[in-house]
């Protein structure tokens, strides 16, 4: 069947110029080449999109390592007893789940404890890694995890945890 556009060509007395192709259809001369420009606009920026899904993958599951480690820190800190040192056993804590679980996903992490008296916490502090590395261009992660302390506090003084 021809194309409004066909007919609009015969009537006026001009057809357009068709070559056969390989499988010995006929089409028209102008289209030739079409397919490979529109390759090479389109490629670039669908291999640009699995990149950056790639990228958002391992920015997000870093992210999820990072708070998992502060949780466990946080976990550490807050059921140590009043009275007792926290920091230390609460950031090596968030350190080695950091470890265990990101294993090279979550890179230069690091662990300190923060808060003071009642409320305790963590905070995990890495980057995730590049697909392609770009200089200047890191993906920071910075998670806190941090809670109220279990102590019993006295009538006469409701404010104070009893031990600390």
Not at 56 to 68: G, K, L, N, P
Not at 114 to 133: D, F, K, L, Y
Request: hydrophobic share 40%; glycine share 12%; aromatic share 4%.
């Amino acid at each position: 069947m021809a194309s409004r556009g066909d007919l609009a060509r015969q009537r006026a007395g001009k057809r357009p110029a068709r070559t056969p192709d390989r499988a010995g259809r006929e089409r028209e001369r102008r289209d030739g080449g079409a397919s490979s420009i529109e390759l090479v606009l389109l490629a670039p920026l669908v291999i640009l999109s699995i990149l950056l899904v790639g990228q958002f993958a391992m920015w997000y599951q870093a992210r999820h390592v990072a708070i998992a480690a502060a949780q466990a820190g946080a976990r550490v800190a807050r059921d140590t007893a009043q009275g007792l040192p926290w920091q230390g056993p609460a950031a090596t804590a968030a350190q080695g789940y950091a470890r265990q679980l990101g294993g090279s996903l979550l890179q230069g992490s690091r662990a300190r404890a923060v808060g003071n008296g009642n409320v305790r916490g963590v905070e995990v502090v890495g980057t995730a890694p590049s697909i392609i590395p770009i200089p200047g261009l890191t993906f920071r992660i910075d998670e806190t995890s941090e809670g109220p302390t279990e102590c019993f506090r006295p009538s006469t003084q409701p404010a104070q945890c009893a031990g600390g």
